[in-house]
């Protein structure tokens, strides 16, 4: 199943052509859907930025000669590849991502949540990454499907192409999230990280990358 997948206009990618260095090529895939109002928006991508621009998470991204790109996704044709494929080389490449992350306008408002057509969109995404040992999908989300087709079997694609999907659940009172992301959206050997709300987003996307990063998959 193909995807269509929106491309937000940007410069070319800081990394040039690949040298195949690379260990992890790492899509984050953030959720902007309608239960995520624009201060929840900004906690988001603040947290990612000032996650990026973090000197540990700099260096574990520089010595992964990791490839990063951000996909910001809502309903069932609402996936916008935000920033393409950059490989942080070196922490200057990391600081130009950080900066590119907090500049993001929301592209979406008032949808629902189709996670499976987002992960399919981060597989289209990831088709397109510079060569890479390893691939990985980090979802980030605070609600489960209300949109969409089955996410199982989008999970079921990641896994047959050798895909680690792995997810951050932004927990409210009496959701369940994490569940949801753990029974149907999570690979084998992928992971399943809670935030506590928006506010505490920024802490588990810095100690979910750093997780990434450093553990193996296969």
């Known amino acids: 199943m193909l995807c269509a997948l ?3 206009s940007a410069p ?3 990394a040039g052509e690949a040298d195949g260095t690379c260990d992890t090529a790492l899509l984050l895939a953030i959720d902007v859907s309608n239960s995520v109002d624009e201060s929840e928006y900004r906690l988001q991508i603040d947290g990612l930025a000032d996650a990026l621009n973090d000197p540990d998470v700099s260096d574990a991204l ?3 000669q990791a490839a990063v790109a951000v996909l910001l996704w809502s309903g069932p044709r609402e996936q916008l590849a935000a ?3 950059q490989q942080v080389a070196e922490p200057s490449d990391a600081r130009l991502l950080s900066t590119r992350v907090r500049a993001l306008p929301r592209p979406y408002v008032r949808s629902g949540t189709a996670p499976a057509e987002a992960l399919l969109a981060a597989l289209d995404l990831l088709a397109q990454a510079p060569p890479c040992g390893r691939h990985v999908v980090d979802v980030s989300g605070d609600g489960a499907r209300n949109m ?3 996410v199982a079997r989008a999970r079921d694609d990641a896994v047959a192409q050798g895909v680690t999907v792995n997810a ?3 927990e409210t009172v009496g959701h369940g999230v994490a569940d949801f992301f753990r029974d149907e959206l999570v690979t084998p050997g992928g992971f399943v990280m809670s935030a506590r709300g928006h506010r505490d ?7 979910k990358i750093l ?3 450093a553990t193996p998959t296969g």
């Open 148 to 150: 969409g087709g089955p």
């Open 83 to 85: 920033i393409p494929w």
């Open 201 to 207: 987003y920024p802490r588990a996307i810095r100690e």
């Open 168 to 170: 951050i659940a932004i």
């Open 62 to 64: 520089v010595v992964a």
């Open 12 to 14: 070319p990618a800081a």
């Open 6 to 8: 929106a491309v937000l």
């Open 211 to 213: 997780r990434e990063l």
